[in-house]
């Protein structure tokens, strides 16, 4: 049975392979098309929509060139792509399969070795790709090429399989161990300045000695530590209230982020788990610093904040709150660069990008001198050099080359330790008492996890073996913080898809993400996580919000402005609960698309923010609504204008309701709204009851 395989996007090295062959969209039918810099508009109007390439070049053979790729943007899926090769004497056509939604700007590739038959290049053969859609979905394409395979591409089929059963098995692993460990007795964990105190009840019978061990960044809590053992304290069995105590710092490396676990050793000197890989509950340092917790005016704020000085226009739309993107490792490396200052961490030099730490702490402290409270999303860039390997050690070994950003390495004590530096740098920086830097309050944990593999990849990953490592990276996070500010939060980042997964490769069901995520943090010892949500319209083009096509119970498959209900009432369950009390969400992003620059286009979106910010505030449990974006990007993203102004046309209506919301004039300024909604005025707006 034959099947398209979608793979990853890699540069490969002209040494090793034929360069790649740009084509252009020829012949079309039943498609609206417009170019403009390479980018290829499509509308379709018909009901076999498909476009022709321009001529293959006579180089190009199927031994050299078989893969047809190209990056596209499309806020729905095209559900099946056929695609026509050309042959001797006569053509050949295969399916494709399904084009996800992609967006952003995203990689897609087919193996044109999967026809089974070689194409036919030269004067007069031409690729047709046909579009299984709907009558008037819109999408875009750019870079077409035929290209050599990538080094992805070029792994045999076995030995993705062998890698797939692996990953398989460990995910099992690890399900196993949390159901293992959920009711088993976790040990009261305090870090102090010079030591760390294990502490609990031992029962009547068990081993002739029990003791502690350790687990670093880099080790999986279901995976014993590789090589012997070490026991880092231990004592005669006694059943009896226990206390062991182990230096905080190691060969100058705190541990203040590892986990413990109390084990039984048996006469023969064999460990056995006694209790989970538990994290510290309790820290108890003079380190912590006196940080009165930050509490907004309003929940309105902004995200994707430019370059900042004192007078900048965005103060003028009164927001309170604000995300910060922090691409990791354009800040530390291991190798010195022109420019970059040495600066140390532990046992190891690193070297800082002085430029880019310096435009960081501009914007935070100006948002922090304005009041407005921070949210720093913590990135990191995905990199590749010319033989597609990653330039920085931070980024995950499985991550494939098509993601924009990468799961950190938490998988080698290298990785680990240049995550663990430059999380350390950060938090300690953006948590002094006198705000020289600027202050963050919330540290979002990458972004958009359940799209993996465009947002956070790292590879091909069975669910839970996906998010052992994100809660690992988001526990150092929340604990290297936890050390300066007692007040500091981590959020999990996810987009608007709920219990639909979403199109592309490496995507993950959001519902299922939030549950085990939960449960894996109760099981290793619970901390204040929250929410970091992005509930765009669905799709994302339109901008009458209200007319959403979801549902309001726990089984929806978006949460959208329409039912952000839905997300406050599930996420309100004892389960998810810290302490007794719901959990902190964020909007985090999040925006209206204005279809065109017209002014009843204009009008349209500016009455989905209107209608998305009454919704918002009959929610208290939502703490920040952050805006995307304050300026469109249309090329950036898919054509879709989200943006409060525009680069060339200046500020949009959009800009005026936003701005007005939570003054005086929010009710003038928001007037025309409600009879394009077809409703009398706000207070019409109200909560729908959920089913659960």
């Known amino acids: 049975m034959k099947r398209f395989l979608l793979f990853a996007l890699a540069i490969i090295s002209t040494s090793q392979a034929a360069p790649p062959h740009n084509l252009t969209v020829g ?74 939604l992609a967006e952003t700007w995203h990689p897609f590739s087919i193996d044109l070795r999967l026809a ?50 692996l990953r398989e098995e460990d995910a099992a692993a690890y399900l196993a161990y949390l159901k293992k460990e959920s009711s088993t007795a976790k040990p009261n964990i305090r870090v102090g300045r010079e030591l760390i105190t294990i502490a609990g009840q031992l029962p009547k019978n068990g081993y002739s000695q029990f003791g502690v061990i350790e687990f670093q960044s880099h080790h999986p809590s279901h995976h014993s530590p590789p090589g012997k053992t070490a026991i880092e304290a ?117 070297f800082l990008n002085p430029a880019l730490l310096n435009r960081i702490d501009h914007n935070i402290r100006l948002l922090t001198e304005r009041d407005i409270v921070v949210s720093a999303i913590l990135l990191v860039g995905n990199g590749r050099n010319d033989s597609g390997t990653p ?24 990785g ?81 898809h709920w219990t639909k997964q979403s199109g592309g490769p490496q995507t993950y069901v959001v519902r299922d993400m939030v549950e085990l995520f939960a449960e894996a943090a109760r099981v290793e010892g619970d901390f204040n996580w929250g929410l970091a949500y992005h509930p765009y319209p669905q799709p994302m083009r339109q901008p009458d919000v209200w007319n959403n096509e979801v549902t309001h119970d726990f089984a929806t498959e978006y949460i959208t402005p329409r039912n952000l209900e839905v997300l406050t009432t599930y996420f309100d369950q004892p389960q998810f609960h810290f302490q007794g009390k719901p959990r902190g969400i964020l909007l985090s992003e999040q925006g209206i698309n204005a279809l065109s620059l017209s002014p009843e286009d204009q009008r349209m979106q500016a009455a989905g923010i209107a209608y998305t910010m009454r919704k918002v505030a009959l929610l208290p449990q939502v703490e920040a609504y952050h805006y995307h974006a304050y300026q469109d990007s249309p090329a950036a993203e ?7 102004r525009h680069r060339e046309h ?24 409600w009879p394009i909604i077809g409703i009398d005025g706000p207070e019409a707006v109200q909560l729908t009851p959920v089913s659960r």
Not at 63 to 87: C, G, M, Q
Not at 638 to 644: D, E, H, P, Q, W
Request: net charge positive.
């Open 416 to 496: 680990a330790s240049a995550y663990r530096a430059v999380i350390h740098l950060l938090t300690e920086r953006y948590t002094r008492e006198n705000e020289e830097y600027g202050r963050v309050s919330n540290w979002i944990i990458h972004n958009e996890v359940d799209q993996s593999g465009t947002w956070t990849t790292m590879g091909e990953q069975p669910l839970p073996r996906y998010l052992e490592t994100y809660l690992r990276s988001a526990r150092l996070v929340h604990h290297s913080a936890g050390r300066y500010d007692e007040h500091a939060r981590v959020f999990i980042s996810l987009t608007h």
């Open 650 to 673: 200046g500020r949009k209506l959009a800009w005026d309701v936003y701005g007005s919301l939570g003054t005086e004039c929010e009710a003038e300024t928001t007037r025309f709204a």
């Open 27 to 100: 012949p079309r039918s039943g498609l609206e098309t417009r170019e403009s810099g390479g980018v290829w508009s499509f509308r379709t109007t018909g009901a076999n929509p498909h476009f022709w390439t321009s001529a293959l070049p006579i180089t190009a053979t199927p031994e050299t060139h078989p893969i047809l790729s190209f990056e596209y943007f499309s806020t729905a899926d095209i559900k099946k792509l056929t695609v026509r090769i050309p042959r001797t004497g006569g053509s050949r056509h295969f399916s494709a399969g399904m084009v996800p």
């Open 234 to 350: 231990q004592s005669p069995w006694k059943p009896a209230p226990y206390e062991l105590a182990v230096p905080r710092f190691a060969n100058q490396r705190d541990r203040a982020m590892s986990r413990w676990q109390l084990v039984g050793i048996d006469e023969a000197g064999r460990t056995h788990p006694l209790s989970p890989a538990t994290y510290p509950t309790m820290v108890d340092d003079e380190a912590i610093r006196t940080l009165p917790q930050k509490q907004a005016k309003s929940f309105k704020g902004l995200g994707g904040i430019p370059a900042l000085d004192p007078n900048h226009e965005i103060f003028e739309l009164g927001i309170h709150h604000a995300t910060v993107n922090i691409v990791l490792n354009g800040i530390l490396s291991h190798s010195a660069r022109p420019k970059w200052k040495p600066w140390r961490h532990e046992r190891t030099t690193w």
């Open 638 to 644: 898919g054509g879709l204008l989200l943006g409060l």
């Open 391 to 414: 330039v920085s050690t931070m980024v995950h070994p499985e991550a494939l080359a098509m993601g924009k950003f990468a799961m950190p390495n938490l998988a080698t004590p290298e």
């Open 116 to 165: 089974e038959v070689p194409y036919a290049s030269g004067p007069g053969n031409q690729i047709a790709l046909i579009l299984g859609t709907e009558i008037g979905h819109q999408f875009q394409i750019r870079n077409l090429q035929l290209r050599a395979p990538n080094q992805e591409e070029q792994r045999s089929a076995r030995e993705r399989e062998a890698t797939r059963r």
